[in-house]
């Protein structure tokens, strides 16, 4: 439930159904037999005269949703709602706590997709909300940003290529308005988690450690993935691991956790617990309750922000001796606190709602404050 001290006056909060834990739901969903999907509003006050979404004149609006499963079809859906609503208001802010187009790495306008074995949806996404009419975006931990902080369409995605003289070829004739996109992060509560249930267990000292650059702003310690391999089911394999970790690296501490803002597949995983035992580094012995390391060991965990928890994954992850009692999530993927219900997990609404809280909709107020909110505690 969004908490009342960070709803503004003339502000309207609403919520799709599967964000339903964050407070109670405003739309509701029909199908048609093809598929197409239609959303209707609750109306306040509705006299028989007034068109439900008269309601929202001038208003400051929030939307909440998920964008996850089927997140093609909820965006859609999601980009009509603030297109319609932008009628009546130019003051509309989605919060998406797992927002699924920003998980890849090449979004720069000038290189090639297809040399990069992936669509740009991070740009076509965000600069199609950014025309339908949405002013701001928070989410949480969007890989394409590589760090927390307040972005905007133009600086991260640019709108237009560049022709050989220089200067930006429109592509539709006008310049789309700027989006500011709040990418929040969740990395200081996964850890204080993760250190809470490691003394819990009598663990005195957790090595934080990113199995990617991508998420190298979560901590200092990282490894480097390089893709090369065969593509399979769509996704180009890791040809390589690196790292500058060694038996001194770990001495003193008694687990090593991954932090990560995205799992999905699990590989990424598995390829670095390989790699850093051929650093040399020895890990226990794969148990469902945790055990004080004997020499020279260390114990493992896994912090995620977006689990996505395929069973493949599961399978991967369990393989090298990450059970579900060592894996801490959030509930930016489902309601249900984790798609596997793991006990370990850490809430996303306050952080959500706070950064909510503090948009007036003014940039100049709203950019270096949301910038402070977003880096602090890193």
């Given at each position: ?19 339903r ?98 669509g ?23 890989h ?39 990418n ?11 250190n ?41 394999e ?16 008694d ?64 393989s ?8 801490v ?25 706070t950064a ?15 910038q ?7």
């Amino acid at each position: 439930m969004a908490h009342k001290k960070m709803i503004k006056k003339n502000s309207i909060h609403m919520a799709t159904p599967d964000t339903r834990d964050f407070i109670k739901p405003w739309f509701k969903f029909f199908s048609f037999k093809d598929g197409e999907t239609k959303y209707y509003i609750s109306a306040i006050n509705y006299d028989g005269k007034t068109k439900a979404i008269d309601q929202f004149k001038d208003k400051e609006v929030f939307i909440y949703d998920r964008l996850y499963p089927e997140p093609q079809k909820r965006f859609f859906t999601v980009m009509n709602i603030i297109s319609d609503l932008s009628w009546h208001t130019n003051k509309i802010t989605l919060v998406v706590p797992y927002f699924p187009f920003l998980r890849q790495d090449h979004d720069s306008v000038n290189t090639d997709p297809f040399k990069e074995h992936e669509g740009k949806t991070a740009w076509v996404s965000l600069r199609l909300l950014a025309q339908a009419g949405l002013s701001y975006l928070i989410t949480l931990d969007g890989h394409s940003f590589k760090r927390p902080g307040v972005f905007t369409t133009y600086e991260k995605f640019r709108n237009f290529p560049i022709g050989k003289d220089g200067k930006e070829i429109p592509e539709f004739g006008i310049i789309p308005p700027t989006l500011k996109i709040v990418n929040l992060t969740m990395a200081p509560e996964l850890k204080r988690k993760v250190n809470f249930l490691a003394k819990k267990q009598g663990y005195d000292e957790v090595l934080f450690i990113s199995p990617d650059l991508g998420a190298s702003y979560m901590t200092e310690i990282n490894l480097r993935k390089t893709r090369g391999g065969d593509a399979k089911d769509g996704v180009v394999e890791i040809s390589d691991m690196q790292s500058d970790i060694t038996l001194d690296t770990i001495k003193g501490y008694d687990v090593i956790c991954f932090i990560d803002d995205l799992v999905a597949s699990g590989g990424t995983i598995l390829d670095s617990v390989t790699h850093l035992r051929e650093q040399g580094i020895e890990f226990l012995p794969f148990t469902n309750e945790f055990e004080h390391p004997p020499r020279n060991a260390v114990d493992l965990m896994l912090a995620v922000v977006h689990f996505q928890g395929f069973d493949y994954a599961v399978s991967k992850i369990s393989s090298v001796g990450i059970s579900n009692k060592r894996i801490v999530v959030t509930n930016s993927i489902t309601e249900n606190n984790s798609p596997l219900a793991f006990g370990n997990a850490v809430r996303v609404q306050e952080k959500l709602e706070t950064a909510a809280g503090m948009i007036t909709y003014n940039p100049d107020i709203d950019i270096p404050k949301l910038q402070e909110f977003a880096t602090q505690n890193l």
